[in-house]
Every structure is written in structure tokens, then in C-alpha cells.
């Protein structure tokens, strides 16, 4: 399976603080993209990075890629309890192949 | 104005049951998809039209066939509903051409329950 993996699967932190989320992926990409997703509700798209990029900032939110480690992070600063969501990666890998998203890393902010 | 809405919201339904879930998008996009989300929260692909021809096809039972009228529809009928298909199921689409280079917009989900 070429499924990435998100790490940690849930995190728990404190209004305030930052969160951070790796996911890890197979082989070479052409995008990697992270989604929002809220209890009962749609995915919502946060960022988008190509694999010629390293990093990107949208608001309080920061991704790195690293293609020779094949990761990537988001990075929540001074998280609030809206914040409170599943957090998914999806990459598009080079090839004929479809967008793959990974399980997803539960995050909560607690007031 | 909601961008990918789909109808309905719930379907619970008996084993064996036909059934559809309609997906509309009036972002104006190319791209329109079918995901299905299981127990676990694992999101997988299961088609994506490009203009109102099938792109992907994700090894999907034959039961499940996607259709689009136009390029703002796809729709998802079911044949001969089974206990795993119990999923929730979105629909998303795109500008771009069917796999993935491009945002993907979320309708809010369809839970499908089959009993």
C-alpha cells in the first residue's frame, strides 16, 4: 500500500500551545496536501506543497516537506479549541496513480 | 451558497436495497470525485470523472456505478446494497484534470447505513 502515515494518531494539547503532525509517504511525490476535517463534517483543504518546494505558511499554519526523509509536517501555532479536528495527508505520487490519503492524526485543544 | 452538496445526508437501508446519492458542484470545476470514509476514518478513492468521462476507477465492485450527466453531477447508485458498504461517502471535485495536482472541495458527507 502506498498509504502515508501520520504520526502521532492523536494529540492532545492546551489552548495556546503549538501541534505538530508528520506524515510519512513511500516513494516520490508530485504534491503532498493537507485536509481539515471536523467531526461529521467534509474535508476541508488546507495547504498543498510540491515536491520542488520545502516549505509554505498559510495564516498559523506551517508545512515542511523533506523529500529525502519523505516527510512532511504541519505545524498549528497557538492552537485554540477550534483548532479541535482530524488532520489528514494526501499524496499525489509521480505515476498514474490517485491522491492517497493517510488515517489521519486526531487532534484536540482543550480550553 | 453551498460549493459540493450532496443529498442525502443519511440513507439507512436494508441489505439487498438499490440505492443513489446525488453530488452537485457549482464551483464551475473539470473534476468531480467519489471517497469513501470507513469506521476507522480511512479515506479511499473510489472513481473520479474529468469533464464527464471516468478517470479513475479504484477497483470498485461492479455494484457501485457512478454517473454524470453533466460536469456539475455525479452521482453514485448502488446495486445490492452489502453490510460493508455501511461507510460515509463524499463527493469532492477540482479545476484540474482527475488525480489529485489540484484542491480538492468536500461536499459534507452522505452516511450510508446498511442494516
Known amino acids: 500500500s502506498q498509504q502515508g502515515e501520520e504520526d502521532p494518531q492523536a494529540l492532545s494539547i492546551q489552548e495556546g500551545e503549538n501541534a505538530t503532525m508528520n506524515c510519512s509517504y513511500k516513494?516520490?511525490?508530485?504534491?503532498l496536501q493537507w485536509y481539515r476535517q471536523n467531526s461529521g463534517r467534509g474535508l476541508v483543504h488546507l495547504i498543498l506543497?510540491?515536491?520542488?518546494?520545502r516549505e509554505k505558511h498559510s495564516g498559523r499554519l506551517r508545512v515542511t516537506l523533506d523529500t529525502s526523509k519523505k516527510s512532511s509536517s504541519l505545524l498549528i501555532t497557538a492552537s485554540r479549541a477550534a483548532d479541535t479536528a482530524s488532520y489528514f495527508c494526501?499524496?499525489?505520487?509521480?505515476?498514474?496513480?490517485?491522491?492517497?490519503f493517510g488515517k489521519g492524526t486526531r487532534l484536540s485543544v482543550i480550553a | 451558497d453551498t460549493a459540493v452538496s450532496q443529498t442525502p445526508k443519511y440513507l439507512v437501508t436494508q441489505m439487498g436495497n438499490d440505492k443513489s446519492i446525488k453530488c452537485e458542484q457549482n464551483?464551475?470545476?473539470?473534476?468531480m470525485y467519489w471517497y469513501k470514509q470507513d469506521s476507522k476514518k480511512f479515506l479511499k478513492i473510489m472513481f473520479s470523472?474529468?469533464?464527464?468521462?471516468?478517470?479513475i476507477n479504484e477497483t470498485v465492485p461492479n455494484r457501485f456505478s457512478p454517473k454524470s450527466p453533466d460536469k456539475a453531477h455525479l452521482n453514485l447508485h448502488i446495486n445490492s446494497l452489502e453490510l460493508g458498504d455501511s461507510a460515509v461517502y463524499f463527493c469532492?471535485?477540482?479545476?484540474?484534470?482527475?488525480?489529485?495536482?489540484?484542491?480538492?472541495?468536500f461536499g459534507p458527507g452522505t452516511r450510508l447505513t446498511v442494516l
Open positions: 469532492a471535485s477540482s479545476q484540474e484534470g482527475g488525480r489529485g495536482f489540484d484542491t480538492q472541495y
Open positions: 516513494t516520490s511525490i508530485n504534491n
Open positions: 506543497i510540491r515536491s520542488n518546494e
Open positions: 494526501a499524496t499525489l505520487y509521480s505515476g498514474n496513480t490517485p491522491l492517497v
Open positions: 464551483l464551475g470545476h473539470d473534476t
Open positions: 470523472y474529468n469533464n464527464k468521462e471516468l478517470i
